[in-house]
């Protein structure tokens, strides 16, 4: 019966860079998903956030987007989200309570087309709006920008990883 043997030139730096690899491919990792949930955020306001069917007014929920990641212990977790109240109502759909709430009537506006100034009636009036639900559809943009860039995430993180490894910092 014959023996396999296996001869490894540079055993003490491939047993160094083992050594140092639990250090540094987490971090390596959490600096990549870190690009990448940029790159989503990016490709969700660029794809996802402009035109139909969620038309831009001011811009403020496109600014909130962000990604980050972080790292706990071995595990490195990549998010895509939005502070904004209502982004999760964009993101999951469904139906919604508003409360009763006041407001002032609206303003005319002249043949011309500019507004007039309210009245003093109209000034000290207000119209109550009655609580009621409201169904919106959903319309996701984070989800779709994970699904979207999967394959760009998984092969960057690969790298990084084996990058990190073969430096062995």
Known sequence: MKALTLNVQG???????????PSSIPQAVLQEMKNQMARAADWSRANRLSGDPLHRRSGRLSRSVTGNATLEGYVVRGTLSSNL???HVHEDGGTFEIPAYSRRPPRSRTPGGRLRKRTEAQQESSVTVQSHSATFPQRAFLRPSLVANRDKIVNGLYVAAITAFKRGR
């Open 11 to 21: 055993a003490d730096k491939l047993l160094d860079k083992l050594r140092a690899a």
């Open 85 to 87: 109240p209502y982004a």
